[in-house]
């Protein structure tokens, strides 16, 4: 544990009280590493540490928040912080409802998310994967794009309310791999995440890169006619799609403000297939998750939906205060979203090419670019990217070049599923706006879903 | 600070780096305020101060970042070991295209420092807007105001010392209401540019109240409006979309970083080719297209970019014709170099980053179309006989190569005969990127001319969101898939 957090909050959070305001202060401290290859280089090496103070003041229904990225040796300047935010509060609009403080009644340490070999993974070591994974596999034509990001989040929060705290301390890591070809303009990918440095396997990545290159350089490329298809996804087109559940399906706040696929009626009705259900699942490390959310509930394993049935929304301590819902433990960065397995043995691309079929399968491994068409339907489109195939009921494998899905989510996991993979892997979709906030979500390695509709296919790449 | 900087620069240089400079941010100071039916659900601001440094050592780039600056040395060494490792794995040695060593200052151009209005002001100011959208048939009312201001200092090992002071002000309304098919329909304002400055003078309540009024009454045509027909059809599209289509399918699919590959594992590549510049037919000869950054008040106009280059109004599309790309110093020279022939002269200085501890990348500035000569939006409509005029953006999906594209559209008004007909809703259209931007048969003049902003452009690993404009008049594109 870091004491200069911790202490740094506890001077804080005494001088909120000496000047007699409510607040709720946390520090964010990332070190972040990166190593980005282009063109079969490093195309950049970055690090940051960067350390971020939230401070939120309360003045009965008035809030507001005050961040600033610096650094913690001038206490003065970070307590005109807290001045500020006390200030800004004075002088908001009263919300209409009353925001809630938590109230921590013990402190709460959580560092079993912390990995020390994957913190302190060296340049030469992230250099060293990158050259296990792509060993043999370049050439003049085939060049590696990619990034190896990882990073160590410090999260502490103390406020007004108690002297308790809770701290969480976290270890991740996202790899990419890419090969292109660089005139055919044919890209093959291979990725992984990772909580702990143990976890990370050049070896897997290097074997999927491989065979995905020798498939793509034997096979010829097609424009697929428009028109349905049984389609088997990725572990990482899964991943991508299920993101959107989260934002259009699942928050108790949108779906009031209408802005939901699922609705209130919705409760413990059958509206996915049987096949699927999800859970948020905070015992799972690789989700990389909070066992407390931000207000102190204790996170436990939390259906979302049953073979099927929806069975909860998720709240927010803000939402559930305006919308008078009880929070779910859901005031956090991100949700540990665990998709259950199904009985398929099939979970290695060997496994998937030698299925046998009795019609034309297409493998779609990644989604690109999702956007949301009507998100009160749950209509998504998306192109596949990274390695599609076209599996032939003839035993053959093409490669087809880019196809458009534009489906609805209640499609896309609905009766269409005819199975799922037995076995599941940690899909990471981290984004790195703002302030790290490592996600993965666990999910089948492929699903196959049927009669989905190709909307647009190109004539080449 | 500054001489601490220069000391630390030159002592890297000692140690073997070619190149090397830092983008301090003495401060950075950001506020957003966000009411949602009247709740005042985002009342926030920010303060940033750190530092980036960029390194070049043996061909090979390290950058370092942190906020806590105390240890400056620490920061510099950082960034020149990552360079030292990355010199391990090196194809095509970085070197920087020629540029004058600058000592200049860039001011954007503000009257009023929105951070220095009070905050009841501002608070008030968005209370009076959500009133005003309190209309019947509306049941989500959404407004936001977002202030940025910086300051910004470069300086690098070849004599540049370039100060900047930008502020921003970008503001947003949303009206939003459930039809009768339980589908969310929505009509949204953005603030574009009003005026030659953009301080808290850009928040004129009358001209807000105007489109408060305007977004409702659409809002409550789309309603009772019927679906967008599924046809093949000539799509006019308002500035409100045309800027998005030009974002997407010229702009991004021109920067040169990702057209040499440096974007495949994330963001993706471009259809375009080294060898296309001069002769790719990219659209029709109504086509005129320039990535200008002296636009006289724009995000996308910032006097100097993160390379030290000065703002430049560059063509990138000649009457349909490739012939530039939006660029920096390192991107051109590999370019040159790669196609055996000199493509470009010099950086168009477009190399920017999102914040000082991110590394400067291609961007858009203000990627512009000319205005043509085929009259007003009326005019456009009177000349075309089956189509849709379009406006909003709703939903965007684009090909990792900037192939082809889906996009979504809040408002869609049916043309028969020459004529607007219908509002529909659920507008939606696609298609293949060249094939469409050589449908181009429609031009708007100087009246359908806007400059559109964007504040949320995502690109790069680390992730940046980066805010620029595009100047663009009404288009219309004939024989286009729409309504799927």
């Known amino acids: 544990m870091n004491d200069k957090i911790l202490n740094t909050l506890k001077e804080l959070r005494a001088y909120a009280l000496q000047r007699k305001a409510e607040v709720s202060i946390s520090i964010h401290a990332e070190d972040s590493h990166l190593m980005r290859f282009a063109n079969s280089a490093i195309s950049l090496n970055t690090n940051e540490m960067l350390i971020r103070l939230e401070i939120t003041a309360f003045e009965g229904r008035r809030r507001a928040g005050y961040e600033m990225i610096t650094d913690l040796e001038d206490m003065a300047k970070l307590k005109q912080g807290v001045d500020h935010a006390v200030e800004m509060a004075h002088l908001a609009q009263p919300l209409t409802y009353e925001p809630s403080i938590p109230v921590y009644t013990t402190d709460f340490l959580d560092e079993s ?112 006619p428009l028109g349905n298809y049984d389609i088997v996804f990725g572990s990482a087109a899964i991943g991508a799609w299920l993101e959107y559940i989260v934002y259009i399906g699942l928050d108790g706040g949108e779906m009031k403000r209408g802005n939901t696929f699922l609705l209130e009626k919705d409760l413990g009705q059958k509206k996915f297939s049987s096949r699927f259900t999800l859970l948020d699942n905070p015992t799972r490390l690789e989700t990389f998750p909070f066992r407390r959310d931000f207000t102190g509930i204790e996170r436990k394993l939390f259906p979302i939906v049953e073979n099927g049935v929806f069975k909860s929304f998720v709240w927010g301590q803000d939402d559930a205060d305006e ?59 998306g192109s596949s990217r990274f390695g599609a195939l076209l599996l032939k009921k003839d035993g053959t494998v093409a490669i087809p070049y880019n196809v458009r899905v534009t489906e609805s989510l209640l499609t896309l996991f609905g009766e269409g599923i005819e ?26 390695r492929f699903m196959r879903v049927n009669n989905l509709e190709i909307s647009h296919s190109n004539s080449s790449y | ?52 440094i960029r390194v070049l050592y043996k061909g090979a780039w390290g950058f370092s970042a942190a906020s806590d600056v105390n240890n400056l040395p620490a920061i510099f060494d950082s960034a020149f070991d ?59 009312r959404y407004g936001i105001l977002n202030f940025d201001k910086k300051k910004t200092i470069f300086v690098d090992s070849e004599g540049s010392q370039i100060e900047k002071n930008i ?24 603030l574009n540019r009003t005026g030659l400055t953009r301080g808290w003078e850009s928040i004129d309540p009358v001209f807000f109240t105007q489109q408060c009024e305007r977004i409702v009454s659409e809002l409550n045509q789309l309603l009772v409006a019927g679906d967008c027909p599924k046809e093949i059809g000539s799509v006019i599209l308002k500035p409100g979309q045309m800027y998005l289509q030009t974002h997407e399918t010229i702009g991004h699919a021109l920067e040169l970083d990702r057209i040499l590959g440096y974007e495949l594992a994330f963001a993706g590549g471009s259809f375009v080719t080294l060898d296309d510049f001069g002769k790719l037919r990219y659209g029709s000869e109504k086509l005129t297209v320039r990535a200008d950054a002296t636009v006289p ?121 020459g004529k607007i007909t219908d509002v529909v809703k659920n507008s939606t259209y696609q298609g293949d990127t060249l094939k469409f931007w050589n449908s181009l048969t429609a031009v708007g003049d100087e009246s359908t001319w806007e400059v559109v902003y964007v504040s949320n452009c995502g690109k790069g690993q680390p992730n940046q969101v980066m805010q620029l404009g595009h100047g663009i008049p009404v288009c219309r594109f004939d024989n286009v898939r729409i309504g799927e």
């Open chain 2, 297 to 417: 008040n724009s995000p996308g106009s910032f006097g100097f970019d993160d390379d030290g280059i000065p703002a430049q109004n560059n063509l990138l599309i000649d009457k349909g014709i490739l012939v530039g790309a939006i660029n920096g110093r390192q991107m051109v020279e590999e370019a040159n170099a790669k196609a055996r022939r000199p493509i470009f002269q010099g950086s168009s200085g477009a190399n920017r980053a999102t914040a000082f501890y991110r590394v400067p990348i291609e961007r858009m500035t203000n990627i512009d179309i000319d205005a043509g000569h085929d009259g007003t939006l009326d005019d456009i409509v009177r000349n075309t006989e089956n189509g849709i005029v379009l406006d909003g953006d709703r939903s965007w999906s684009i090909g990792s190569n900037r192939e082809q594209f889906h996009f979504g559209t809040e408002m869609g008004w049916l043309v028969k005969d």
């Open chain 1, 323 to 381: 919308f008078a819902a009880n929070p779910t433990g859901h005031t956090v960065m991100h949700l540990s979203l665990e998709v259950k397995t199904g009985q398929k043995p099939v979970n290695s691309l060997d496994e998937l090419l030698a299925m046998p079929r009795d019609k034309d399968i297409l493998y779609i491994p990644y989604i690109h670019y999702i956007g949301l068409v009507n998100p009160t339907e749950g209509i998504l489109t």
């Open chain 2, 82 to 140: 990552n360079a030292k490792i990355a010199a391990e794995r090196v194809t095509f040695p970085v070197r920087l295209a020629e540029k004058e060593a600058l000592q200049a200052t860039f001011t954007s151009p503000s009257k009023e420092d929105p951070t220095k209005v009070p905050l009841s002001e501002k608070v008030a100011f968005l209370s009076d807007m959500d009133h005003k959208l309190d209309q019947p048939g509306v049941i989500q």
């Open chain 2, 167 to 190: 502020t921003e002000v970008f503001a947003f309304l949303q009206v939003s209401a459930l039809d009768k098919a339980g589908v969310m329909q929505s009509r949204t304002f953005r």
């Open chain 1, 113 to 224: 998310g912390y990995d020390a070999a994957l913190a302190n993974l060296a340049n030469a070591e992230r250099l060293d994967f990158f050259n296990q994974v792509s060993k043999g596999l370049e050439t003049n034509e085939l060049k590696l794009s990619g990034i190896i990001s990882n990073g160590t989040n410090t999260l502490a929060m103390i406020n007004t309310r108690s002297e308790h705290w809770q701290y969480f301390l976290f270890t991740d890591c996202q790899v990419t791999s890419v090969l292109a070809h660089s005139t055919l303009k044919w890209e093959v990918s291979a990725e992984q995440s990772a909580q702990k440095k143990s976890e990370l396997k050049p070896s897997a990545m290097h074997d999927r890169l491989e065979k995905l290159v020798d498939l793509y350089q034997k096979g010829k490329p097609e424009q697929l």
């Open chain 2, 1 to 52: 600070m500054l001489d601490q900087i220069k000391q630390e620069i030159d002592r890297l240089k000692s140690r073997g780096a070619t190149y090397a400079d830092a983008r301090w941010y003495p401060a950075e100071d950001s506020e957003q305020l966000v009411m949602v039916n009247g709740n005042l659900k985002a009342n926030e601001s920010s303060n940033q101060s750190g530092i980036g």
């Open chain 1, 419 to 444: 199975w799922l993979s037995s076995v599941s892997e940690p899909y990471n979709v981290s984004r790195s706006y703002g302030a790290r906030n490592p996600t993965s979500i666990i999910v089948p």
